[in-house]
């Protein structure tokens, strides 16, 4: 039996990569082909322990490697010694770190004439010259046949890999996420804010400096709207849930200093990661995502999936999927004003209810994760050659 050998990166950040790969076994397991998989991960990594968690501990294969580039290096290592037609799929692997490590063992798999997968979940952009160079020189001799997470990854990668073999739209898992009522308490953080009567503006992302201008998540905008929303009225909280990786934190600071200058610091409020993200959205009024270049936005679709409206971006992936269901929805990412009057529109417009089954079915048709899964066989060949079984080599 052919095996799909999957390495992943950013193993230690609880992000929208993680959980598409969780989707991705869990959709193989749907299919009855878990054991056509085997994932490479780092060590006492938090994404082996949310895959262990999430019962996939049969299906990884770790490496005990502390550096991102080592961690590659003995990846792709590995990966030659199996059989050369067991495809091997690169979830995101265009980091700098791993560069060096992908270049050294491109013509080993060349050679090999293996299939290689690149799976695009950002637009692969480096601001220096030298790292895109670099980044050119490393897929142009891999040569890997691209899967982009939506249209506008594709349009931004193309000058990397010319080949797109497909864009597939990252599962959602139904099972989690959908608008049943929750048979558990609300958050207990999230308590003192419903207590408080006031709206939640729910916000999941990784909290990210304001001068990135490769994917800004712009929370700041976040900000400005909570004060439109004071200035006329309306009783709205803002809560962020994400991962802070600056030293001291430093991102969350200047967002609570912002806070406060703004004269919102009452009605915002900053909580960690958490696996079980679900049990907030049940307790949300509007989620909203402002970043200007996200590539796609899993949260659109969870939140949507649990039948809570969301305000995005007009650009990037954000704009691209809430295009196909509310358009209505979207906004100028830097327009605080307009984002606040879709907001209040979204809270007493009788078409909500309407564009919101419309989202729903659109989940559902393109955000399966067994389709997810069989596509992917489909386009690796798994489903399409059977050999004996052979052993992995260690």
Not at 107 to 120: C, N, T
Request: hydrophobic fraction near 40%; include cysteine.
């Amino acid at each position: 039996m052919r095996k799909l050998l999957i390495v992943p990166v950013f193993h230690h950040a609880l992000g929208g990569a993680t959980v598409s790969l969780s989707m991705t076994l869990k959709g193989f397991q749907q299919c009855g082909a878990l054991n056509q998989l085997c994932v490479l991960l780092r060590a006492d990594s938090l994404m082996e322990q949310y895959l262990c968690q999430a019962g996939y501990e049969s299906c990884l294969h770790l490496i005990p490697e502390r550096s991102l580039g080592q961690f590659m290096k003995q990846a792709l290592h590995w990966v030659n010694q199996q059989p050369p037609d067991w495809p091997v799929l690169l979830e995101n692997c265009v980091a700098r770190q791993l560069l060096p490590a992908m270049a050294l063992a491109a013509p080993r798999l060349r050679w090999s004439r293996r299939p290689i997968y690149l799976i695009f979940r950002d637009l692969a952009y480096s601001p220096h010259p030298l790292g895109s160079l670099l980044r050119k020189f490393t897929l142009a001799s891999l040569a890997p046949r691209a899967i982009c997470n939506s249209q506008f990854t594709a349009k931004h990668i193309r000058k990397l890999v010319p080949y797109i073999e497909e864009v597939l739209y990252p599962p959602v898992d139904l099972e989690r996420f959908n608008d049943r009522p929750s048979v558990k308490p609300p958050p207990a953080n999230l308590q003192p804010i419903l207590n408080s009567g006031a709206r939640i503006i729910l916000t999941p992302s990784r909290i990210s400096k304001s001068e990135d201008n490769i994917n800004d998540k712009n929370l700041r905008s976040l900000l400005l709207v909570l004060a439109q929303l004071k200035s006329r009225g309306q009783n709205y909280h803002g809560v962020v849930i994400g991962q802070d990786t600056s030293s001291d934190q430093q991102n969350i600071r200047a967002l609570l200093a912002q806070a406060k200058d703004l004269g919102v610091t009452d009605r915002f409020t900053i909580l960690p990661p958490v696996f079980a993200i679900e049990d907030y959205y049940k307790y949300a009024d509007v989620v909203m995502t402002l970043a200007p270049r996200e590539p796609f936005g899993r949260t659109i679709v969870e939140a949507i999936a649990c039948g809570v409206p969301v305000v995005g971006s007009q650009t990037g992936g954000i704009g691209e999927i809430l295009g196909n269901f509310a358009p209505e929805w979207t906004v100028n990412p830097y327009n605080p004003a307009a984002a606040a009057e879709i907001i209040i529109q979204i809270a007493h417009s009788p078409n909500s209810s309407k564009l919101l089954a419309q989202g729903q079915r659109w989940v559902e048709t393109h955000c399966s994760v067994a389709s997810y899964a069989h596509r992917i066989m489909e386009i690796t060949g798994l489903d399409s050659t059977k050999l004996p079984e052979t052993e992995l080599v260690y």
